[in-house]
């Protein structure tokens, strides 16, 4: 990182165009609500200039300028609306207020390099802007529906009381239902019986034709590499009833010729159907670790009398392990998020979470399905923190910095 | 040069020529490296490739009609269709008797609802038949001309002969034409009628659809694949949570959650009324057409895009679009003429992965795509679980496969299927 | 929970099962408060009196084609399966179920009827053992249709008098019927109507005057939600869905009976089970298709039993306490124009039909 670059006040014949510019902004849609988006733009404008030019000639003084600002936003956000909207124009207030002091002490040349144009300068907030709203648009459905899984209500539906706050407009009722109703928590079972098993199975063969994949020597490569990326291509609903018939005459076999127990049979074929939906995802991941692997290291582990299992496990499965383990996590979401081929090959007995997911989406309305993935949310959080734990590890070990 | 080249051979320490050694070696190394590819190779090859292929094979298969009605089939290949005339009493004989067969076997409405397909009205007219037929004797009772037209008058339609001749063979090309939205009639090939025609355009749309959704994806995925490989490490992880939490939310939850967000008193509409943007009677319609579908689509998928490409711009160092730049580059000409082209393997990488996913999605589309956004799996599902017509199911289901694979193919050849890098 | 005791304890569970699985039953059905009404009324006292353990499974949406392909592979692990009858004439053509004998497998009505007449026409296939006539029919929001609520089915056709979106089924059973019948079709006639290619084109052209205004559904969830959001003013679905959202979550919503679509759910017995698990699955037909419970059905969901001795025995909702006899389809308050599902037509038409209405569709 390049030093702190020197930062300086500006002149005011930036700072209240600026200002006054991004304020036509939030006039514009003010303004385009109550009739006029011209007179709503000018207005705004005029007022966040007038407020840049009070809180830096007259006030001189952040702080109380801060507690204004939001102060008086919040006071015409209550004049027009209710609780929401007094807190949202208080954070509309906060917001200016940063923005202005922002623009006049000139913070936002602190963190870039020293030597970069006014234009570059502006690229640089735009193009985050750009990202920010991204980033919006991939996480805002994810929390729409968070609130709506305390819906008091059996619909997937704000309601007016939940809108205004209203207590009883919310409930825990749906997340009761799913840490009782047997449904619910034997799905969540059988989900998180066979998407571990079905993991462990795709990593393990998928990881070991990764590292047969990646040698040179490996013949008829590109068409191997076809066969096994091949159940991530072709169509789901034409790999779940072609499998269906495999798996059906395997089941039966294995029930009347092994006389094995017909709810375990449901789980292998499952579970199995599963590992090979996996597989393509950990090839991918694993293979694209190797290509950076120097296999000098394996050779000199060979020369210094490792046998190829210790080499494997000693040398190569370290480096490869982010690879591995990002290929499971892939593997191990398709098995738990996959509806199609379980509803086919699975039986009532390995019903599992997506699947009954879909029969309550399809027979009848309920929030739980959305707190059900409000937990998963929450979990999920939880899974990516290990990722990244294991991976600032990793990178520990293979003695890279974090550039 | 010392006894190793006695012969003129080289000779390996323990005295075989080296050639015949490495190659040896060479060839324990193939070995080693297929024994260790084996296991998987055969696993799928058996559970998936195999049951595929099967699944797959039913598109050209008929042998239904020549093995439910054997005798008909022989007798009936000797009539000439174009003559205009109802077939002779042998026709009629030989259907009797492989009738009472299937009648006796309850094969004869499953025949019924395979020809059903191909010319309406023929499952009743089988299921019907059936039970009168049941009482006739196949030796007895004899002429059967007059008494089976009289029992349906569909038998008296020389159109249904016909068609009984034309999908008499074991094996069809007529689930195909199907697909394509033709048919095969007597007299050959034929364009389906026009109010039928829906199967190639469903294929155009789905094609243009995930087209446009890869589209979009590349548009949203680039920006954010740049800014992580371009902060700080520890930055640019937590921006990944944010990239990867949708991904891992479950794909029924997500496609509900759009559906919260776009209907017309859904989050977006109510914010734009409510801040003034959109007048309450006039409320935008944003689900239930193809731009429900893209934007629902757009957001599955988008991580499928992003993480192929950022870490392929994690392998460009930031220094070239410097160095292009001191030396006189704008910042346009620098990006355009340096950093994106090293960037598009990524691109490459993303796109085929989001278009082979979204060619082959249907849940999606079936909820959010109202009438204008379903795409050709759609007719899939519909014809494997309701029409259970799978010999077209199959042909559609083939006709996609071809598409994918060309495409991965494509894929292998431009950028090579190594460069792919999930995370 | 320790590890030895986990496993020990499913050891024991895998026993158990191994033990127990001579008397287990496999009963597929939709899921959700339908499969909750059979196990009040039919599992729990066939398993009492019975010993019998019923395992649910919620498949019935895939059935045809789950049973095709199980019988294909020769191995069917149902043992009844729960089907609307379309379906179940599917099945039967296709030699997938069991045809059954209604007078000898199933049980006279208690005052002697043969079980043959006391269902009547609603043994519409040979395999096909009926349990509850449903309707497809139409709700409305009492908020957003002004002051003259609809009495026809035709409002949906009407959007001037009721302006604002309407939901219907994304295929074209019952949708051609209901426009013919709007555009002049005397209802006697519209099948014949609808077995030419202008009858069906006209159904389409009429269908066309409002395609702008409708949202098309394909899981029964989708109307009461769409009610719920204000999405659209009315919409069609089952009866059942509507009667729920009306009562249980007290939604302005209100039926509209009339030319609502009778059609029938029931049993078939898989084709090519064992003679000893044949044999289970007509005990529990047996059991479970008599008068009394298929009344006792009606106490969780309102739809109306397919025996005509059932209906006066039917009570009070198990929950709500209330009469469910006048939300019944079968109601002759509420049974007063309906259609049945024309079962013949559809089996024969559905594919050719089907194409062009999805060609329609996407035009």
Known sequence: MAAPTPISRKPLSFVLPTAGGIGAFLGLFLGTGNGSGLIGMLLGAAVIAAMAYGFIVDLQNEKLAKWISVIGFGIVGYMFGGIILTIVAGLVGMFYHWLIYWLYEGRYRAKLLPYL????????????????????????????????????????????????????????????????????????????????????????????????????????????????ISPMIVPLIISATGMFFFYSQLGQFMENS???DKNLVGYIKVI??????????????????????????????????????????????????????????????????????????????????????????????SPTILAVATILVIVSIGLLTVVELLRRRSERLRGMSPA | MSDSTANGLVLAADGTPLKRSLSRAMRRQKIRAFMLVAPLLIFVLLTFIYPIGVMLSRSVQNDIVPETLPETVRVL??????????????????????????????????????????????????????????????????????????????????????????????????????????????????????????????????????????????????????????????????????????????????????????????????????????????????????????????????????????????????????????????????????????????????SILVFILSIGYYITPEIVGGTKGVFISNRIAYHISSSLNWGLAAALGTILLIVVLALYWAYDRIVGIDNVKLG | MTLTKLLTATTALTLVAGVAAAEEMTIVSWGGAYTASQKGAYHDPYSEKTGVTIINDDSSAEAVAKLRAMSEAGNVTWDVVDVVAADAIRLCDEGLALEIDADTMLADAPDGTKASEDFGDLLVSDCFIPQIVYSTTFGYRTDLVGDTAPTTVCAVFDTEAYPGKRSLEKRPINNMEWALLCDGVAKDAVYDVLATEEGQQQALDKLATIKDDVIWWSAGADTPQLLADGEVVMGSTYNGRLFAAIEEQKLPVAMLWDAQVFDLDGWIIPAGLSEERQARALDYIMFATDTQRLADQAQYISYGPARKSSAPLVGKHKTLGIDMAPHMPTDPNNAKNTFLYNYEFWADYRDDIDAKFQAWLAK
């Open chain 1, 117 to 228: 144009t006014a234009g570059q300068v502006l690229w640089h907030y735009g193009f985050r802007c750009i990202a920010a709203l991204i980033f919006i648009f991939l996480i805002t459905p994810i929390l729409v529906i968070i609130p709506l899984s305390f819906n008091a209500q059996d619909f997937f539906t704000y309601t007016p009381g939940m809108l205004r706050l209203d207590p009883d407009a919310y409930s825990l009722k749906h997340y009761q239902d799913f840490f009782t109703n047997n449904e619910w928590q034997r799905s969540l079972k059988n989900s998180l019986t066979i998407a571990p098993i079905a993991t462990v199975i795709s990593v393990s063969l998928g990881t070991l034709a990764a590292v047969g994949l990646s040698q040179s020597h490996m013949p008829f490569k590109g068409t191997i590499m076809a066969i096994l």
């Open chain 1, 258 to 260: 092994l006389g094995m």
């Open chain 1, 272 to 365: 199995l159907a599963h590992a090979v939906l996996g597989i393509p995802f950990v090839i991918i991941t694993v293979t694209a670790t190797l290509v950076g692997f120097d296999q000098s290291l394996t050779r000199a582990a060979a020369n210094m009398g490792a046998n190829p299992m210790t080499t494997f496990f000693r040398i190569q499965m370290p480096l490869i392990l982010p690879g591995v383990i990002s290929g499971g996590l892939f593997a191990f979401i398709t098995s738990f998020d996959e509806v199609v081929v379980v509803l086919f090959i699975g039986s009532a007995g390995q019903k599992t979470l997506p699947w009954q997911m879909f029969t309550g989406l399809r027979e009848q309305i």
């Open chain 2, 77 to 350: 290949g000797a009539w000439d269709a174009s003559s205009g005339e109802l077939p002779d009493e042998a026709v009629y004989a030989a259907f009797t008797r492989d009738m009472s067969v299937a009648i006796e076997a309850k094969k004869h409405t499953r025949l019924g609802s395979r020809l059903n397909y191909e010319k309406t009205g023929f499952s009743s007219m089988f299921r019907q038949s059936g039970r009168k037929m049941k009482k006739l004797d196949p030796v007895a009772d004899a002429p059967f001309k007059e008494k089976l037209i009289k029992i349906h008058k569909g038998w008296g339609d020389v159109e249904t002969w016909k068609t009984l001749q034309t999908y008499s063979g074991l094996y069809t090309s007529g689930y195909f034409l199907n697909a394509v939205d033709a048919r095969m009639t007597p007299e050959g090939m034929a364009w389906q009628p026009e109010d039928k025609q829906i199967l190639l355009k469903l294929f155009g749309r789905t094609l243009v659809m995930s087209l446009i959704i890869t589209g979009s994806c590349i548009l949203l995925g680039y920006p954010i694949a740049w800014l992580l490989a371009n902060v700080s490490p520890r930055n640019a992880n937590l921006l990944l949570i944010l990239v990867l939490l949708p991904f891992w939310t479950s794909l029924l939850v997500r496609t509900s959650a759009w559906k919260v967000m776009l209907q017309q008193n859904g989050v977006i509409n109510e914010v734009l009324v409510w801040i003034g943007l959109v007048p309450d009677g006039d409320r935008l319609i944003l689900i239930n057409n193809e731009f429900g579908t893209i934007v629902a689509m757009t957001h599955i998928l988008l991580p499928f895009m992003i993480l192929p490409m950022y870490s392929v711009m994690q392998t460009i160092p930031p220094v070239y679009l410097r160095a292009a730049k001191s030396m006189g580059a704008t910042n346009w000409t620098a990006f355009w003429r340096v950093y994106f082209p090293q960037s598009i393997p990524g691109i490459g990488a993303g």
